[in-house]
């Protein structure tokens, strides 16, 4: 009889899933956005919502017409910029040369970071990046007092990164300095923690009913291996910790940007999170993570289209509260 053959079930990706080590997402990728002084922000999720805008999609069969699409507002509240650290591309990957902190006593000062930069001369072993934290406080559906602090990547000229690291050494930068709306940008965040769950939840497995009547399983996997290898195999799928893991969704358009929370903020405020006071985006679908988690932006680095500003027609503020 011929074997029957079929692909596995249950996705391997991201293995293996183990939980985040903080909140903070480290975005690791080396490719720039070209022309952008800076690679990225961050914000808090608020809630979701729902738009109607004008479909401007070039091969969509809608094309012109209003459509309603689900949409995600991310609170963006300034960044201030606490440092800037001037790294060496080595043979052995980045290494951190010196860096300058606008507190005194942490460190040197631009000057010397610029003294670096000359003695090196090679401007292609060199790059600096911004060491910006949020500021939680001014945000009333965080509570939280402690700031996030990260590091933000720059264009990758060093010459014209100093120049910008002087004017906003110790000032805050919005988010309307890094992005526009219209703009694509790739979302990274910490997933919404399910703790210990069984193999059919966490890897999607199809359920093997038992048969025995007094086996009391229903979810569970049949077999986890054979006679030989006398050992279970990392591919076998079991149970353990699901979600709180660090994602990337990419790709997410930027339908608006604006400063007033009243224009978005449902009646009586978004569930479990409370009123937007500060400066927000609002991204076509959804973002990984629960409410008031934080999320960083960055540019899209994959091929995506090119559009312009979207055409809100409406935005909904109906309340979240039930009836």
Not at 13 to 27: L, T, V
Not at 95 to 107: D, I, K
Not at 113 to 140: D, W
Request: hydrophobic letters at 35%.
């Amino acid at each position: 009889m011929a074997k029957r053959h079929r692909p596995r079930r249950g996705s391997l990706a991201f293995s293996p899933r183990k939980r985040a080590r903080s909140e903070i997402c480290r975005i690791k990728r080396e490719e720039l956005a070209g022309g952008r002084k800076i690679q990225g922000f961050a914000g808090y999720k608020a809630g979701m919502t729902h738009v109607i805008l004008t479909d401007d999609r070039p091969h969509s069969l809608t094309k012109g017409t209003e459509v309603a699409f689900s949409a995600t507002i991310i609170e963006t509240p300034p960044m201030r910029v606490e440092g800037v650290r001037l790294y060496s591309n080595t043979y052995y990957g980045k290494r951190a040369v010196t860096e300058a902190w606008v507190r005194a006593g942490n460190g040197g000062d631009l000057g010397a970071i610029e003294e670096k930069i000359k003695r090196n001369g090679n401007e292609r072993a060199l790059s600096l990046h911004l060491i910006a934290s949020t500021l939680p406080e001014v945000v009333s559906g965080v509570p939280k007092k402690r700031h996030e602090l990260m590091e933000i990547k720059m264009s990758g000229n060093v010459e014209k990164d100093l120049e910008y690291a002087k004017k906003v050494f110790g000032k805050e930068l919005r988010v309307k300095d890094v992005v526009k709306e219209g703009d694509f940008v790739d979302v990274t965040a910490v997933t919404t923690g399910k703790g210990t769950q069984g193999p059919v939840k966490r890897w999607g497995v199809m359920t093997q009913i038992a048969k025995a009547a007094r086996s009391g399983r229903g979810r569970h996997v049949g077999a986890i291996g054979g006679w030989t290898p006398r050992r279970v195999r990392w591919r076998v799928p079991q149970f353990g910790q699901t979600g709180y893991q660090q994602r990337t969704e990419y790709n997410k358009r930027i339908l608006k940007i604006g400063d007033k929370g009243e224009e978005i903020t449902p009646d009586g405020g978004f569930l479990r999170y409370g009123i937007v006071r500060n400066e927000y985006i609002v991204l076509k679908g959804s973002v990984p993570g629960p409410k008031k988690r934080l999320v960083r932006i960055s540019h899209a680095i994959r091929v995506h289209p090119r559009m312009g500003i979207p055409e809100i027609v409406y935005i909904s503020k109906t309340s979240q509260q039930g009836r």
